[in-house]
């Protein structure tokens, strides 16, 4: 049974650092793709940002240069530094991973692996 389980989160300072951690346990390989979505009442499912074994990290707009994305393939890890907090920040976030590639697709529904999800609040 795939298992994905996050770490961290919790109550962070407007202009300061989190980190959160996921694992996916009961695989045999690699997970292929891995990444977080983040979801605030009343918004919609956001994807944070994703990585795919042998690339990059790709991120939502509102996230560049101040998180970042890191996989261990040989561990199936992944985790999301958040520098520079802002209150918008505030949601719950989950991590998701995929075996195969999605050919561009990002959408919620195109991750067959999602974790329980975690609390990030953000005061000012």
């Known amino acids: 049974q795939v298992q994905v389980v996050e770490s961290g989160g919790g109550l962070g300072q407007a202009g300061g650092s989190l980190r959160l951690s996921c694992v996916a346990s009961?695989?045999?390989?690699?997970?292929?793709?891995m990444g977080w979505f983040r979801q605030s009442p009343g918004k919609e499912r956001e994807l944070v940002g994703h990585?795919?074994?042998?690339?990059?990290?790709v991120y939502t707009d509102s996230v560049k240069g101040r998180f970042t994305i890191s996989k261990d393939n040989a561990k199936n890890t992944v985790s999301l530094q958040m520098n520079s907090l802002k209150s918008e920040d505030t949601a719950v976030y989950y991590c998701?991973?995929?075996?195969?590639?999605?050919?561009?697709?990002?959408?919620?529904?195109?991750?067959?692996?999602w974790g329980q999800g975690t609390q990030v609040t953000v005061s000012s």
């Open positions: 998701v991973g995929d075996l195969g590639s999605h050919f561009g697709v990002t959408v919620a529904a195109a991750f067959h692996f």
């Open positions: 990585i795919v074994r042998g690339g990059s990290a």
């Open positions: 009961g695989v045999t390989r690699c997970m292929y793709d």
